[in-house]
């Protein structure tokens, strides 16, 4: 249930809370860009939506990955700055709707709708610095003409026929969306160094950013299949706002060779973190302490020749619950890389209804062949797993060990019974 619960903060609140503020901090900047947009779409000049001046800027914004589960991967944006029309914008990918109906369920199935909304790029800044999150600026370095068609395609995406798309974490989300605005406005496109190529996985990628968030990890890891086991591509990789920050840099417009950043600002520096990790409440640590209870309580029923059986709805429940869950994942959710799952060949779904036959007195003598088929079950796991493309989490062993001691000590003394009444 713990590993459940870490997906749902990593899916339900990946990038809610930074999103939700964004609505908060000042809800009349959104009324005065609505005002803004509607002067852009029925401006006289039709084929232009809003002609800039030669002084405009567009830039790159990129933002610190913060401490909690909802901003860790950082984020992006596209800066557009007029002087001479007296306006500066922020275009942000990572808007959701959160009045949508059955928000926990779209979650879960992946069924999530982000949105662009532009509104002041003061407010913008202002919700990351509260934070203490930096914020960082690459001026492009942009012809006229570009500076134009970017923008012009911003305002068109910004309208409400327009704004809203399939949010995936994986291949379409804020980052990426900004990378495609780049790469198909600039003429000619973009060429990068992929000699910068990390050569790391999906998975990788993400657990990097992981690093005092362990149960974060543990969620992720119990739910996203192998196929985030797989090398992602130098494209794939831009998934992440650090990561497309780094190779804009090195990046140089195809059409004259000319690099594409023309400066780099620092708009606001935070201070270092106060975040701490408390590895005693890891995920491995509160396993491990688990994993040696049941292994000392079942080994002492195991002696008294008594297996109690509230373990068994124990873990076998957890491990069912688990299962379900990721088979439902598996199936039925638009998220990527929830299928193949290999955590299902160890958090058995039919474990959940072993533990709901269980409670029944009388059809207990009927499973006991469960036992036996789970423990042959988890030693052919354990002798085949290293050849399964498949990266597990070090607790999910210590379920695995948890599931296995049960298991084995009903099996050896159901089959010792039988052996008896056999001779008998």
């Not at 039709?46 to 901003?71: D, M, R, V, W």
Request: hydrophobic share 45%; charged share 20%.
């Amino acid at each position: 249930m713990l590993g459940v619960f870490a997906f749902c903060s990593f899916i339900g609140v990946l990038k809610l809370n930074k999103v939700k503020q964004c609505f908060q901090i000042n809800k009349g900047h959104f009324l005065c860009l609505g005002m803004l947009l509607f002067l852009l779409f029925f401006g006289v000049n039709k084929s232009i939506a809003f002609e800039l001046s030669e002084q405009a800027e567009i830039s790159l914004i990129t933002c610190a990955p913060g401490n909690g589960a909802a901003t860790a991967y950082g984020h992006t944006a596209i800066r557009v700055k007029d002087e001479i029309h007296n306006y500066d914008l922020a275009f942000n990918y990572g808007i959701y709707d959160f009045e949508a109906p059955n928000f926990a369920y779209r979650f879960a199935s992946g069924e999530t709708d982000y949105l662009l909304a532009a509104y002041n790029f003061e407010s913008f800044v202002n919700s990351y610095k509260r934070k203490n999150r930096s914020v960082y600026e690459q001026t492009l370095e942009l012809t006229p003409t570009e500076k134009q068609k970017i923008v012009d395609f911003l305002i068109w995406n910004a309208k409400p026929e327009n704004r809203v798309y399939r949010y995936n974490f994986f291949f379409d989300n804020c980052a990426t969306r900004v990378r495609d605005v780049l790469a198909n406005n600039i003429e000619g496109g973009l060429t990068f160094d992929e000699e910068k190529h990390s050569h790391k996985t999906l998975r990788q990628l993400v657990d990097d950013y992981h690093g005092k968030l362990l149960w974060l990890t543990f969620g992720i890891d119990l739910v996203v299949s192998s196929e985030s086991d797989r090398e992602a591509t130098f494209w794939e990789e831009m998934l992440l706002p650090d990561y497309l920050m780094n190779h804009l840099a090195e990046a140089v417009k195809t059409n004259g060779n000319i690099p594409v950043v023309k400066k780099t600002t620092t708009i606001y520096q935070s201070s270092s973190s106060k975040y701490k990790s408390f590895l005693l409440v890891s995920p491995f640590v509160v396993f491990l302490v688990c994993a040696l209870l049941f292994a000392f309580f079942s080994y002492k029923q195991f002696r008294r020749s008594e297996m109690k059986i509230r373990l068994d709805y124990l873990i076998y429940g957890i491990t069912g619950v688990m299962g379900v869950v990721m088979a439902w994942m598996a199936l039925f959710s638009e998220h990527p890389a929830m299928s193949p799952n290999y955590n299902l060949l160890w958090a058995l779904p039919a474990n959940l209804l072993f533990a709901i036959i269980l409670r029944v007195k009388k059809w207990r003598p009927f499973v006991k062949y469960y036992h036996v088929f789970v423990s042959i079950w988890l030693i052919l796991f354990i002798c085949c797993c290293a050849f399964i493309p498949q990266r597990f989490h070090p607790a999910f062993y210590l379920f695995i060990a948890m599931i296995f001691s049960r298991s084995l000590f009903h099996s050896i003394l159901f089959l010792k019974e039988r052996s008896l009444k056999g001779q008998s």
